[in-house]
C-alpha cells in the first residue's frame, strides 16, 4: 500500500507563499486520486483542494480556491498545494491523503494518510 510523506511546512509571515509537498512510496501515486485538507481547532480535517489521477483536473473548496493551487508531479510521485496570500488563519497542520477511488472532499473517503506538516504563519 502506499505511503505518504508531507514536508514543506514551517513558519512564514502573513502575506508569504509556501509550497506543501507529498511525496509517494510503496505505490504509483498516478494510480491514486490525491487531496489536501488541514486540521481545524475543532479536530476535523477540513478539505483544502483534490486533483485527478493525471493532474489534468484540481478541484477545490470554495474558501480556498482563490490562494491554494494542488499540483502533481506522478513522474516523481509527489503532489504539491501551493499557497500564496497566507494570512494567521492558515495556520495548522496540513495533511495529504490518497484513495484508488474516492475523488470527493470528506476525509473519511480517503483512505491513506500522510503524517501531516505543521505551517504556522504569523500576522
Known amino acids: 500500500q502506499v505511503q505518504l510523506v508531507e514536508s514543506g511546512g514551517g513558519l512564514v509571515q502573513a502575506g508569504d507563499s509556501l509550497t506543501l509537498s507529498c511525496e509517494a512510496s510503496?505505490?504509483?501515486?498516478?494510480?491514486?486520486?490525491v487531496g489536501w485538507f488541514r486540521q481545524t481547532p475543532r479536530n476535523e480535517r477540513e478539505f483544502l483542494g483534490g486533483?485527478?489521477?493525471?493532474?489534468?483536473?484540481?478541484y477545490y473548496d470554495d474558501s480556498s480556491k482563490t490562494h491554494f493551487t494542488v499540483s502533481r508531479d506522478n513522474a516523481k510521485n509527489t503532489a504539491y498545494l501551493e499557497m500564496s496570500s497566507l494570512k494567521s488563519d492558515d495556520t495548522g497542520v496540513y495533511y495529504c491523503?490518497?484513495?484508488?477511488?474516492?475523488?470527493?472532499?470528506?476525509?473519511?473517503?480517503?483512505?491513506?494518510w500522510g503524517q501531516g506538516t505543521q505551517v504556522t504563519v504569523s500576522s
Open positions: 510503496g505505490g504509483t501515486l498516478s494510480n491514486y486520486y
Open positions: 486533483i485527478n489521477y493525471s493532474g489534468t483536473r484540481a
Open positions: 491523503a490518497a484513495d484508488k477511488t474516492y475523488a470527493g472532499i470528506s476525509s473519511v473517503g480517503f483512505d491513506y
